[in-house]
T-cell receptor, first 115, second 112 residues
Framework: EPEVTQTPSHQVTQMGQEVILRCVPI?????FYWYRQILGQKVEFLVS????????KSEIFDDQFSVERPDGSNFTLKIRSTKLEDSAMYFC?????????????FGPGTRLTVL | GDSVTQMEGPVTLSEEAFLTINCTYT??????LFWYVQYPGEGLQLLLK?????DKGSNKGFEATYRKETTSFHLEKGSVQVSDSAVYFC???????????FGTGTRLKVLA
């Protein structure tokens, strides 16, 4: 069964460093998403991406964040200068369509720890 | 604003016990409602969904009914198994946007 994959599973970085989290969405999906979950809190939407551009972003997704689909298979989230409060589990998701009732398929997550 | 509230975990049950995990939501319009499950080391998997009021989603013995009058979507299972141990997330989609709104997740531990 096709699945969304994410690498690495755990990333440890120093405050101020840049990190890139990688995702391989399901191959025939057109819509891509990043969410994050700070420990003990809700899973929060960060950004959606369609047709090589951001279709929607939350207020969390500030200038420190960027997303890219560098080739036909990868979808990346870059944090330019990490802060302690960026420590969280980051989930990538993809969907075939958008709109009401569409299923988003999620990866296993990357746990980011900022020291 | 839009939100989802789930009961706090962890929930610990003996095998074959009855499970209820409460979920209530606040949303604009008429969202679709979802339950996702995350097994250790895996991604969030869709467990079931309902797209309109009074719909019942069901899968693997789990059920949840879309209750518009109480804005709830409680997850139930009549007899849990050890293999049901996981984290369960309630979520809804949002009118006119791409995002899902999630709860905090409820960890279920089933003991043999």
């Amino acid at each position: 069964e096709p699945e969304v994959t994410q690498t690495p599973s755990h990333q440890v970085t120093q405050m101020g460093q840049e990190v890139i989290l990688r995702c391989v969405p399901i191959s025939n999906h057109l819509y891509f998403y990043w969410y994050r979950q700070i420990l003990g809190q809700k899973v929060e939407f960060l950004v959606s991406f369609y047709n090589n551009e951001i279709s929607e972003k939350s207020e969390i997704f500030d200038d420190q964040f960027s997303v890219e689909r560098p080739d036909g298979s990868n979808f990346t989230l870059k944090i330019r200068s990490t802060k302690l409060e960026d420590s969280a589990m980051y989930f990538c998701a993809s969907s075939e369509t958008s709109g009401r009732g569409n299923e988003q398929f999620f990866g296993p997550g990357t746990r980011l720890t900022v020291l | 604003g839009d939100s989802v509230t789930q009961m706090e975990g962890p929930v610990t049950l003996s095998e074959e016990a009855f499970l209820t995990i409460n979920c209530t939501y606040t949303a604009t319009g008429y969202p679709s409602l979802f339950w996702y499950v995350q097994y250790p080391g895996e991604g969030l998997q869709l467990l079931l969904k309902a797209t309109k009021a009074d719909d019942k989603g069901s899968n693997k013995g789990f059920e949840a009914t879309y209750r518009k009058e109480t804005t709830s979507f409680h997850l139930e299972k009549g007899s849990v198994q050890v293999s049901d141990s996981a984290v369960y997330f309630c979520a809804h989609d949002t009118s006119g946007t791409y995002k899902y709104i999630f709860g905090t997740g409820t960890r279920l531990k089933v003991l043999a």
